[in-house]
Structure formats: structure tokens, C-alpha cells
């Protein structure tokens, strides 16, 4: 992938915070927000979803997934040239384990950013789960 210029990832950013506010999170307070450079090189967003049977909660990644496979029918492998996560929670938010699962499957070549412990980090995706379960 090629590099980003800082104003991509800015826009990114803004876009993430646009989708947080949107969150449906009356259980755990926390809204999260995601936005997704996709291979088409639209943004694709979405905001974490709760429910009263709290195990049906799905996070603002998956939505966000999904809302981008919804338009990009080609590159699914790569869809995902960069994800922004952002959140309201103090301190880090980084991506679950089952978000993990669900970028690695769409992010081939891609880059992540979300809240580490000294501010905004950025990794490969593929650094986000080594080992990644594939059936390619
Ligand atoms: N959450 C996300 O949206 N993404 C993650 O990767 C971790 C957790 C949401 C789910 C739930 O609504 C809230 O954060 C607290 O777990």
C-alpha cells in the first residue's frame, strides 16, 4: 500500500469521531467509532451496536466491515487500506480479539490505528493477529 498523507489519516480520524457519536451504547457507556479507507478508496464507517441480551453487542469494526462489503464487491481480501478506531473510553482501546479475527480476513496489506497506551498507534494488520486462522 502506498503511504498516506497525513490529511488521508486526518480525514480518517474525523470520520471515526463522526461514527462515534452515532453508537448504541446505553449498557457500557463506551462509543466507539470506526472508519475504513476501503480498496475503492472510499470511507466506510460504523459505530458499535449494543443490546439489552448483551452477547449480541457488535463492535464498530464489524460494522464498519460490513457497511464497506456492502459497496466493494472486488478486492474483498484488501478491502480494508487502513482502519481509524477511536473511542470515548480513557486510556487504550484496542481491538478485540473477535474484531481481530474479522480485519485480518479483509485487511491483507493494510494498516491499523487506534488508541494504545501513549496515544495513537499504528501497526500493520497483519501485526494485529500473527498466526491469523485463514483457509487460504
Ligand atoms: N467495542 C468495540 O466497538 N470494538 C472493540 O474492538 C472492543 C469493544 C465495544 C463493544 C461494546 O459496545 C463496548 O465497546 C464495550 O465493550
Not at 30 to 39: N, P, Q, T, Y
Not at 58 to 70: D, F, M
Not at 95 to 124: D, M, N, T
Request: aromatic residues 6%.
Amino acid at each position: 500500500m502506498a503511504k498516506l498523507p497525513k490529511s488521508a489519516i486526518q480525514t480518517l480520524r474525523d470520520e471515526a469521531l463522526r461514527a462515534a457519536k452515532q453508537a448504541y451504547a446505553p449498557y457500557s457507556g463506551i462509543h466507539v467509532g470506526a472508519a475504513i479507507l476501503a480498496s475503492d478508496e472510499n470511507i466506510y464507517t460504523g459505530c458499535n451496536v449494543e443490546n439489552a441480551s448483551y452477547g449480541l453487542t457488535v463492535c464498530a469494526e464489524r460494522n464498519a466491515i460490513a457497511n464497506a462489503l456492502l459497496r466493494v464487491s472486488t478486492e474483498r481480501a484488501s478491502l480494508i487500506q487502513a482502519i481509524y478506531v477511536v473511542s470515548d473510553k480513557e486510556g487504550a482501546t484496542p481491538p478485540c480479539g473477535a474484531c481481530r479475527q474479522v480485519i485480518s480476513e479483509f485487511g491483507h496489506g493494510g494498516l491499523i490505528f487506534f488508541p494504545g497506551k501513549r496515544g495513537i498507534k499504528k501497526i500493520k494488520i497483519e501485526e494485529l493477529l500473527p498466526e491469523a486462522f485463514s483457509l487460504s
